[in-house]
């Protein structure tokens, strides 16, 4: 199986292009008081490790300066994202808020993760365009919940994910344009794995973030999500999904060596340990309704050392694109 980039690739990279384009340096003056700034980035890797221990794992491979600012932008996409699915009152105007209150230069003390964010942002001279990009994505949550081809279900990715990638890469940093294709791959790679893994989560929140078309083609009607059905329907859909992730994943891989030597391996690992979601899908008959697909902490650290040798050596780069 191949992966046909060319019918949503060009159009994620050109909204990626459009970000790079806005660029305006900001002016940013920290507090007066740098333990207002210290809380506040202790406050993220608190969130960080309370949400996702996979990607606290992997952050941790990171110096300490860039470990910090990947965990504030952590926070930042953590709130984001759940000022739609867990926010109280009105859900839009809170996010519209957050908005506003994320993109001034200089925050209130009070306000942590936006504190944290905005430092993070001015140091590593991200565009706030991938900010405004994000919220947007999230923010699509509102009014779509269906997708009709994997195309258009891929330009949601890119709000949601690839722009936390390409936001990863000023921090980490990266040699040029070249990287940005592979940063692309990635988000969509990721996201879709959360996808497969959160079917059944997302179908009870009213939403289905799967390619309409395909599900048709496979036969698989929504009353058969409804009612959790896994029949050999079903499995070939899942298997058909699951491979098309693999090679987008083995398609991004490469341009981890195009990433300053210090991230490689943080970024291998994230990679690499959300990938391994979908070997525990298919270990579980791909019943994605009653099971959540996740990776133990032995299994990750088990991975860790082929991660580490890969990164290192570049074998990335002799994954078929």
Request: charged share 25%.
């Amino acid at each position: 199986m191949t992966v046909n980039t060319s019918q949503w690739e060009s159009h994620l990279l050109s909204l990626a292009q459009e970000a790079l384009d806005s660029y305006v340096p900001e002016e940013w003056t920290p507090p007066d008081n740098s333990s207002k700034l210290d809380q506040a980035y202790r406050y993220c890797e608190e969130l960080t490790q309370l949400h996702s221990k996979t990607f606290y794992l992997a952050s941790g491979l990171l110096p300490d300066s860039k470990r910090r600012a990947i965990r504030a932008l952590y926070a930042f996409c953590r709130v984001s994202d759940d000022l739609v699915d867990r926010s109280s009152g009105d859900a839009l105007k809170n996010l519209q808020e957050w908005r506003l209150r994320t993109a001034i230069s200089a925050p209130t003390g009070n306000d942590a993760v936006a504190l944290a964010w905005a430092d993070t942002r001015k140091i590593y001279q991200i565009p706030l365009r991938y900010e405004e990009q994000l919220i947007d994505g999230v923010a699509q949550d509102f009014r779509k919940t269906r997708y009709q081809s994997f195309s258009e279900l891929a330009t949601y990715c890119y709000g949601v994910a690839c722009t936390v990638g390409l936001m990863s890469m000023h921090i980490i940093g990266y040699s040029g344009p070249e990287a940005y294709p592979y940063a692309i791959r990635l988000g969509v790679a990721l996201q879709m794995t959360n996808i497969l893994r959160d079917i059944g989560e997302d179908w009870g929140l009213g939403r289905l973030y799967l390619p309409q078309k395909e599900l048709e083609n496979f036969g698989i009607t929504e009353s058969d999500i409804s009612r959790g059905i896994v029949d050999d329907r079903w499995r070939n859909f899942m298997k058909f999904q699951i491979e098309r992730n693999r090679h987008l994943y083995s398609a991004a891989l490469p341009g981890i060596s195009l990433l300053d030597r210090e991230g490689r391996f943080a970024i291998g690992a994230a990679a690499e340990l959300y990938q391994a979601i979908l070997t525990d899908i298919e270990a579980h008959d791909y019943n994605v309704f009653n099971h959540r697909a996740s990776i133990s902490k032995w299994g990750k650290f088990r991975l860790l050392p082929g991660i580490w040798w890969r990164s290192k050596r570049g074998r990335y780069s002799m994954q078929a694109e």
